[in-house]
């Protein structure tokens, strides 16, 4: 905690604009000259202020405002839940909460939205702020959130990784300004790093510590990267060896979504499964060229496999999903909506073999019948979500059969499907916490 002697600038952001974050909420800052939007500082408060917001302090002591008399730590915790404008704004109001406001232990994250802030000198502004008694480190700071601020560029990112060794978690979704240089400086600098979200960001093609380690395909020095959490949803322009730079150097990953990486093929997932053995939860929904060697290559997951993504892999069958179902067992979600070589079949090897499921997804499976969900009712007994939106054989036999087995049963999709009310209000009566979503104006 800072002294009252210590003259050190303070962030501030108008009133009446949103943007800068701390966790919870958003504001942003903007030059009234420059229409854009900026950090400022200024120097801590005198101890009397003349503000119309707080002429309470000069008042009579029987007239103070009640939060006045609240000790130092019961404020830090109130202020732990303001975002980051208003906290700024409170360090602004007198000596002592401008102390409190920037007390370290509200400063483990930062978060900015919005499309029109300046994102690079606002981090610099507040990493400047933040590294005053520990000069050019930011040791507190575990977090930055900073996704959909399209004006963020690598200069942000340079910041981060220079003044923040302690950084845990990255987000910069949408930022599609940030490039590969950028991401290594990142991963390189801040090791204890573990959650990294670069969705939508498409100029990001591979993770390593250096571009010349990235040609390699080793690490440097053999230092590894600690990323556990790893989104690039929307990374069009990501290809196998991207993916297999990725598998060398994140050895130790457990959830990796590649949601929409269109340019992958089961070349990239063989990649993947030799160097991440670990992995938890896979989405690879929407890489058309995945198929069922593909899923071959993911049954080498087996039990460790918890989550399973192939939405709209047109190219996945019921082999595919035998080779799933037969290794790994402990499966609990799997989203294969889309997958229209899927059959009862494949239904029945997932049933038998994984009996521990909890939720499914396989609308727009037409070749899916009532013969499927009988096999699916049997044995997944802990089922609580099942979503068969568009298939086109499912009667309301087959529901009646699932709702009188799972009785656990929370959400069930069944839109655009030829169920009649009896059915949906048997399912209702079986499955008293279940939500159904349908598309049947007579049920209501």
Same mark, same amino acid.
């Given at each position: 905690m800072r002294t009252l002697s210590t003259p050190s600038p303070a962030l501030i952001c108008p009133p009446n604009l949103p943007g800068f974050q701390n966790g919870r909420g958003s504001s942003t800052s903007s030059s009234s000259i420059t229409g854009e939007t900026v950090a400022m500082v200024h120097s801590p408060p005198p101890t009397r202020l003349t503000h119309p917001l707080? +002429?309470?302090?000069?008042?009579?002591?029987?007239?103070q405002a009640s939060i006045e008399r609240l000790p130092d730590h019961a404020m830090v915790q109130i202020f732990s839940f303001l975002?980051?404008?208003?906290?700024?704004?409170?360090?602004?109001? *007198?000596?002592?909460?401008?102390?409190?406001?920037w007390d370290p232990r509200l400063w483990r994250t930062i978060r900015l939205t919005g499309e029109t802030i300046n994102v690079d000198r606002a981090l610099k502004v507040l990493t400047r702020r933040l590294c005053q008694d520990t000069p050019n480190v930011c040791l507190m700071l575990e977090t930055v959130s900073v996704s959909g601020c399209r004006r963020l560029t690598d200069r942000g990112?340079?910041?981060?990784?220079?003044?923040?060794p302690e950084l845990r978690r990255l987000e910069v979704s949408g930022c599609y300004n940030i490039s590969n240089e950028a991401v290594f400086d990142v991963v390189s600098l801040c090791p204890n790093l573990e959650h990294l979200d670069v969705s939508?960001?498409?100029?990001?093609? *591979?993770?390593?510590?250096? +571009?010349?380690?990235? !040609?390699?395909?080793?690490?440097?020095?053999?230092?590894? !990267?600690?990323? +556990?959490?790893l989104d690039m949803t929307d990374c069009f322009v990501l290809e196998d060896e991207g993916l297999h730079t990725i598998a060398a150097h994140c050895t130790q990953l457990t959830h990796l979504y590649l949601r929409r990486c269109v340019r992958l093929t089961d070349e990239g997932l063989r990649y993947l499964m030799i160097y991440c053995s670990s992995i938890k939860e896979l989405s690879v929904s929407d890489c058309r060229f995945v198929s069922d060697f593909g899923l071959r290559? !993911?049954?080498?997951?087996?039990?460790?496999?918890r989550y399973l993504s192939i939405?709209?892999?047109?190219?996945?069958?019921?082999?595919?999903?035998?080779?799933?179902?037969?290794?790994?067992?402990?499966?609990?979600?799997?989203?294969? +909506?889309?997958?229209?070589?899927?059959t009862?079949?494949?239904v029945e090897y997932l049933?038998?073999?994984?009996?521990?499921?909890?939720?499914?997804? !396989?609308?727009?499976?037409?070749?899916v019948s009532d013969t499927g969900l009988e096999c699916l009712a049997l044995n997944c007994f802990n089922l609580k979500r099942l979503s068969l939106k568009s298939c086109e054989s499912i009667t309301g036999q087959g529901l009646q059969i699932v709702a009188a087995n799972c009785f656990d049963l929370q959400m069930l999709n069944v839109q655009d499907c030829e169920v009649s009310v009896e059915a949906l209000r048997f399912v209702k009566r079986h499955c008293k916490r279940c939500v159904i979503e349908h598309t049947n104006p007579a049920f209501f």
């Amino acid at each position: 905690m800072r002294t009252l002697s210590t003259p050190s600038p303070a962030l501030i952001c108008p009133p009446n604009l949103p943007g800068f974050q701390n966790g919870r909420g958003s504001s942003t800052s903007s030059s009234s000259i420059t229409g854009e939007t900026v950090a400022m500082v200024h120097s801590p408060p005198p101890t009397r202020l003349t503000h119309p917001l707080i +002429r309470l302090a000069s008042r009579p002591q029987k007239e103070q405002a009640s939060i006045e008399r609240l000790p130092d730590h019961a404020m830090v915790q109130i202020f732990s839940f303001l975002p980051t404008n208003q906290l700024c704004r409170c360090a602004r109001v *007198c000596r002592r909460w401008y102390n409190l406001a920037w007390d370290p232990r509200l400063w483990r994250t930062i978060r900015l939205t919005g499309e029109t802030i300046n994102v690079d000198r606002a981090l610099k502004v507040l990493t400047r702020r933040l590294c005053q008694d520990t000069p050019n480190v930011c040791l507190m700071l575990e977090t930055v959130s900073v996704s959909g601020c399209r004006r963020l560029t690598d200069r942000g990112l340079y910041t981060i990784a220079q003044c923040c060794p302690e950084l845990r978690r990255l987000e910069v979704s949408g930022c599609y300004n940030i490039s590969n240089e950028a991401v290594f400086d990142v991963v390189s600098l801040c090791p204890n790093l573990e959650h990294l979200d670069v969705s939508g960001c498409s100029k990001v093609t *591979c993770i390593s510590l250096t +571009r010349e380690a990235s !040609i390699k395909l080793s690490p440097l020095h053999g230092k590894q !990267i600690s990323i +556990r959490y790893l989104d690039m949803t929307d990374c069009f322009v990501l290809e196998d060896e991207g993916l297999h730079t990725i598998a060398a150097h994140c050895t130790q990953l457990t959830h990796l979504y590649l949601r929409r990486c269109v340019r992958l093929t089961d070349e990239g997932l063989r990649y993947l499964m030799i160097y991440c053995s670990s992995i938890k939860e896979l989405s690879v929904s929407d890489c058309r060229f995945v198929s069922d060697f593909g899923l071959r290559e !993911i049954a080498k997951l087996e039990s460790r496999l918890r989550y399973l993504s192939i939405a709209h892999c047109g190219r996945v069958t019921d082999v595919g999903i035998r080779y799933v179902a037969k290794y790994c067992g402990k499966l609990r979600y799997l989203n294969a +909506r889309g997958c229209e070589g899927i059959t009862d079949h494949g239904v029945e090897y997932l049933a038998k073999n994984c009996a521990k499921l909890k939720s499914l997804d !396989i609308g727009k499976c037409p070749l899916v019948s009532d013969t499927g969900l009988e096999c699916l009712a049997l044995n997944c007994f802990n089922l609580k979500r099942l979503s068969l939106k568009s298939c086109e054989s499912i009667t309301g036999q087959g529901l009646q059969i699932v709702a009188a087995n799972c009785f656990d049963l929370q959400m069930l999709n069944v839109q655009d499907c030829e169920v009649s009310v009896e059915a949906l209000r048997f399912v209702k009566r079986h499955c008293k916490r279940c939500v159904i979503e349908h598309t049947n104006p007579a049920f209501f």
